[in-house]
Every structure is written in structure tokens, then in C-alpha cells.
């Protein structure tokens, strides 16, 4: 049979004509059901039952999260799937075996596959439903051991929510997409409590007594098992290091003193905690010191917290929430100190309350705001970012484009001050790239 799409470009064209709810905001109506996801697995035999897996979600730090599993399993000498997303420069990232991301000509025949099985089925599939089933047919294909999957919005109706996790992972839960998953916490955990299947392990990071009495429910109800963030393991220490964070962690079996994590924000100690536990649950069995510490050290996650140059302190951080806000006002506050103007380059989309994420900013000393718009159909326009962070006593001016906008916010820091893109992963990819031009050329 003759392939669909003869280059990467032409697959990529096709794979974007599809409907994307992550460019498109989507309603509780519009969510798709599983059935299409489900159909096109079982088009292509059902891949996702060839491997174990573990599945990821929460409002905040699955990425990470996703990436200590991955590095630390990886080092124990398995075979390591991961899914993820969004992607920070190319779909590629999304994809990955060991932690490489799939090479174009593996993405193009996945690609011409999907393409080939799309018309058996009932209606076209969503751009995250293609790559979605593209992930799982090709964990399949690479006969991975695990499949360290995240969800890409909540949990129950999550088109990953095909596969049945040995271990589920709820990292944190807090308001964030109300529109779709619900407007309380106690509902949003029962939408991403949805991922917790019959006999697996749910392993809990830090959340509130209410939520987790939501979790538990579930838990119960899927004859599941629980490890909880400071009743089943913890983090005893979590403290700054040069480069990261030193932690000690505790977990059934085990206790590990002085781990290194290379990302920085306390969060990342907890995220790191919660992966060490759901390594742990997945295997029955907790490693040694020497595998999990050299795992984490292997813990790379793009746009995260992530530090481009010093002079000036260049950050680009995914923060898109108010909890996420906060936790990187925390980071800075603790481990990045400058004696010049701190700038924030923002850029978020619709539905979002600005004041959400820059109050915890601008509290940290960040009083200079250059607004700018992501490239998506939801943006926000710049002019109420502004409009939002003048009511808090910041300056702010509004950026024809990212590009500019870092061009002017690292003027406006001098050598000695501080420039942080954030707000949306739209923006830190964007950002990421012009800013590393802008230090590439000095």
C-alpha cells in the first residue's frame, strides 16, 4: 500500500488539519467520548495491552514528573516510553523511547498509518487523539517495557485514558481548565480520579484533605490501592543546591538522603518524591540509592524553571495557573536573586484571570511586565495582561511580538537584572528560542 505523505511537512500538514482542542478551547460538550481512540487502537491490534504503563496526571507538575519516572527507570535498565505535552519546538518532543524523541521518519510512518486506518473509522479523530494512538501504537513497535504516559487535559475523558495504568499518578489538583473539568477542586479530582483502574496503584501527591477524600472514593470504587504524599512517603528534607534541589525522601521500604535534582523550585522536591513513589509501586520494590540518584540526575525538562543564560538571568518557566504562579514566585524569591530590574515577558490565553499569575510576580519583585501574545487562536489580548498588572502597581507596556518583547525586556534588565518568559507554554517556546538567539549572538 502506498504511503499517504512522502515528508514530514506533508504528514504534519495532514495531522494539522485535524480539529486541536489545545489551540481551540473546548467545552464539557465538545470533549470527545473514548470510543474513536478505542476504535483506531483496535484497528491497529490493540497496542497499548503489549506493555505495562504508568499514568500521569494533575493541575501542575506531571511534566516533571513524567521525566524523573522516565529517567529513573531508564537507569534501572528498562525499556521507557513517554508521552507528553505540549511540545515546547517540534511534536517530536512528544513522543520518545529512553528519553529521545522520535525521529521524523518514524513520526511520518506512524503518521501514514493512522492516515490509512482514519477512514474505517466512524469521524475524524482529534490532532491530540492521532498522536495519542501514534504513541501508543509505536511504544508497541519499539517493544517498550513501560509506557510512562501523561494526560493531556483532566483525566476520565482524556483521550490517553484508553490505556489502563499499572500505576496512576495524581501530582497536585487545583483550579485550572473550570470550563471543562469542573469549577471546584473536589470536582476536578473526581475528573482526574478517572485514571485510576481496577487493581492499580494510585500514587498521590500533595493535596488537600477534601481532594483526597474524592481520591479515595475512587480508589475505593476501582478496588485499587493508595500511597499518599505525607502518609505513605514524603519528603523529609527538600532544600536548595547548587544547580537543583537536595532532598531526602521517604517511601514504603526505602529512604534516600541527599538526592540531587537538577531542576529548581521546591515543587520539583516534591515532584520528585512523587515519582520515586510511583517507580517504587510500579516495580513492588524500592531501588538502590546509586540507580535512583543517577536517574535523577539524568532529569532534563525543557521550559520548566529552566535557567538560559546569566547575564542577564534569563528563566523560562510553563507556569499558566494561579498555583503554578506561585510556586515560581517561591522559586525566585528563594534562589534567584539579582540586583537589577527584574522583567517578566507574559503571555497567557482566554479564561485565565490575569491577576492570577501576577500578583504572586509581582510580589516577588517582578514590577516590570512586557505583554505579548501567543500564537493561538485563544490568546489573551496584551492590552488586559497590562491593563491587570497596572491595577497591581506594576509598569507594563504591551510587545508587537514575543520576539520583541524579549528583545525589549532584556534592555530593560541590563546586565544585571533578571528576564522571566512565562505564562504559557505558547510563550516559553517562542521565548526560548529568541531568547537563545539573543544570547547566541551576545
Not at 483525566?155 to 497536585?172: E, K, Q
Not at 523560562?316 to 506561585?326: I, L, Q, T
Request: aromatic share 4%; hydrophobic share 50%; net charge negative.
Amino acid at each position: 500500500m502506498a504511503d499517504h505523505f512522502a515528508s514530514l511537512d506533508e504528514a504534519l500538514g495532514w495531522l494539522d488539519a485535524h480539529i486541536d482542542y489545545e489551540r481551540v478551547a473546548p467545552t464539557r460538550r465538545a470533549l470527545p467520548s473514548l470510543d474513536g481512540v478505542r476504535s483506531a487502537l483496535r484497528l491497529l491490534g490493540d497496542p497499548q495491552e503489549a506493555y505495562t504503563s504508568i499514568h500521569v496526571t494533575g493541575t501542575n507538575g506531571k511534566g516533571s514528573t513524567t521525566a524523573v519516572i522516565a529517567a529513573i527507570l531508564s537507569e534501572a535498565g528498562l525499556a521507557v516510553g513517554t508521552y507528553t505535552s505540549p511540545n515546547l519546538h517540534r511534536v517530536n518532543e512528544r513522543i520518545g523511547r529512553n528519553l529521545e524523541a522520535i525521529s521524523d521518519e518514524e513520526l511520518v510512518d506512524l503518521l501514514n498509518r493512522l492516515a490509512t486506518v482514519e477512514p474505517q473509522l466512524d469521524e475524524p479523530l482529534t490532532r491530540f487523539e492521532l498522536l495519542t494512538v501514534a504513541a501508543l501504537a509505536h511504544f508497541a513497535d519499539e517493544a517498550v517495557d513501560v509506557a510512562v504516559v501523561e494526560v493531556g487535559l483532566g483525566g476520565t475523558w482524556d483521550s490517553t485514558n484508553a490505556l489502563d495504568g499499572d500505576v496512576a499518578v495524581i501530582t497536585s489538583v487545583s483550579l485550572d481548565h473550570v470550563q471543562v473539568l469542573g469549577t471546584t477542586p473536589e470536582e476536578i479530582a473526581a475528573d482526574k480520579a478517572g485514571i485510576i483502574k481496577p487493581g492499580a496503584t494510585a500514587v498521590i501527591g500533595p493535596v488537600s484533605e477534601s481532594v483526597a477524600a474524592v481520591i479515595e472514593r475512587a480508589v475505593d470504587d476501582a478496588g485499587a490501592t493508595m500511597w499518599r504524599a505525607g502518609v505513605d512517603f514524603d519528603v523529609e528534607r527538600n532544600r536548595l543546591a547548587f544547580g537543583g534541589r537536595l532532598v531526602d525522601v521517604l517511601i514504603p521500604g526505602a529512604r534516600y538522603e541527599d538526592m540531587l535534582i537538577p531542576l529548581h523550585g521546591a515543587h520539583q522536591g516534591e515532584n520528585a518524591a512523587v515519582g520515586i513513589a510511583a517507580v517504587t509501586a510500579f516495580l513492588g520494590r524500592p531501588l538502590p540509592e546509586e540507580i535512583v540518584e543517577a536517574g535523577l540526575g539524568r532529569v532534563v525538562v525543557p521550559g520548566r524553571l529552566e535557567v538560559l543564560g546569566h547575564v542577564p538571568l534569563i528563566i523560562v518557566d510553563g507556569a499558566h495557573n494561579g498555583a503554578g504562579a506561585k510556586a515560581l514566585a517561591g522559586a525566585l524569591e528563594e534562589g534567584f536573586h539579582v540586583s537589577g530590574t527584574r522583567v517578566v515577558v507574559l503571555g497567557m490565553l482566554e479564561g485565565r484571570v490575569p491577576e492570577d499569575l501576577l500578583a504572586p510576580l509581582v510580589a516577588a519583585g517582578l514590577r516590570t511586565v512586557v505583554c505579548v501574545a501567543p500564537a493561538t487562536p485563544r490568546a489573551m489580548d496584551p492590552e488586559t495582561i497590562a491593563v491587570a498588572a497596572r491595577s497591581l502597581g506594576a509598569s507594563a507596556t504591551v510587545a508587537t511580538s514575543i520576539e520583541a518583547g524579549c528583545t525589549e525586556a532584556t534592555a530593560l534588565a541590563g546586565a544585571d537584572g533578571l528576564v522571566l518568559a512565562t505564562g504559557s507554554l505558547y510563550v516559553v517556546g517562542a521565548a526560548r528560542l529568541a531568547l537563545l538567539r539573543h544570547i547566541a549572538e551576545g
